[in-house]
């Protein structure tokens, strides 16, 4: 059974006491491949190690996380497209707009988030999408930048039916990770209506641990409690869902 994490932040200072037995737990689950988004310019090198160490299990992303667009980001937009035209990534990532912790950014982030996608259509690549209290500030920008060329995923998907189908319209997959297995998280009651095609699988790892594990670090192994969630919710077995969900991954990703 081949298990993939489409989202997770293996080279995060969480893991830094324990990362390789960390990442051994996931593979040892079945867990081979780990798709792993940027951040900003800082995590770079930490990332590029990370597939040093772990060549056929690794995919890196590059883009720059809406929380960290700052004063300097025109500064980290030229060290993405640096990035890109030395070498070989499988997404731009994660970008987005995120108004839960500072407003005050919103239009440079917007303007972050339209020319990532802009970077993605010019290399032919999907995108990976961080939303957070900003479904319809995300929409607005999606509505202008649609076309066959526009593809990825809605990380960390917590929005409601109708943004989920609203999501899928611009050719987005549902990244679906702990939520799912939280009491109030809402997503567990509709799901099964959205065909599974739609769907890929992720932890967010270090954040977002799925039940049982709430409020605690969280990591590629636990991508099992969603996996069982998803699959109790399809009505299939779980490794129907990890066939079904890697097979939507490389459908996004080209590997």
Not at 40 to 67: A, N, R
Not at 181 to 194: C, E, P, S, V
Not at 218 to 239: D, F, G, H, P, Q
Request: charged content about 25%; hydrophobic content about 35%; glycine content about 6%.
């Amino acid at each position: 059974m081949i298990i993939t994490d489409t989202h997770t932040h293996l080279y995060s200072e969480a893991f830094d006491e324990d990362r390789s037995e960390m990442i051994q737990r996931a593979i040892d689950l079945g867990v081979s491949r780990f798709f792993i988004p940027a951040i900003d310019s800082t995590y770079t090198d930490s990332m590029l190690q990370l597939e040093k160490d772990y060549p056929e299990q690794v995919f890196l992303m590059m883009g720059l996380h809406p929380t960290h667009v700052k004063e300097n980001y025109e500064d980290e937009l030229a060290h993405v497209e640096e990035m890109f035209a030395k070498r070989k990534f499988y997404a731009v990532g994660e970008i987005g707009i995120d108004l839960y912790w500072d407003k005050s950014t919103l239009e440079i982030q917007k303007d972050a988030f339209r020319r990532q996608i802009r970077l993605a259509k010019h290399e032919g690549l999907p995108i990976i999408i961080h939303s957070r209290e900003s479904f319809d500030e995300i929409f607005e920008v999606l509505e202008e930048e649609k076309g066959d060329d526009l593809y990825g995923i809605f990380h960390c998907f917590t929005g409601t039916l109708e943004q989920a189908h609203k999501a899928i319209s611009y050719n987005m997959k549902l990244g679906i990770g702990g939520v799912v297995t939280f009491k109030n998280g809402k997503i567990d009651q509709f799901l099964g209506q959205i065909p599974i095609q739609h769907v890929v699988l992720e932890t967010d790892s270090p954040y977002l641990s799925p039940t049982p594990y709430r409020g605690k670090r969280n990591e590629s192994a636990y991508i099992e409690k969603v996996l069982n969630k998803v699959a109790s919710i399809y009505e299939l077995s779980v490794e129907e869902v990890a066939s079904i969900t890697t097979q939507n991954s490389k459908d996004v990703f080209g590997v």
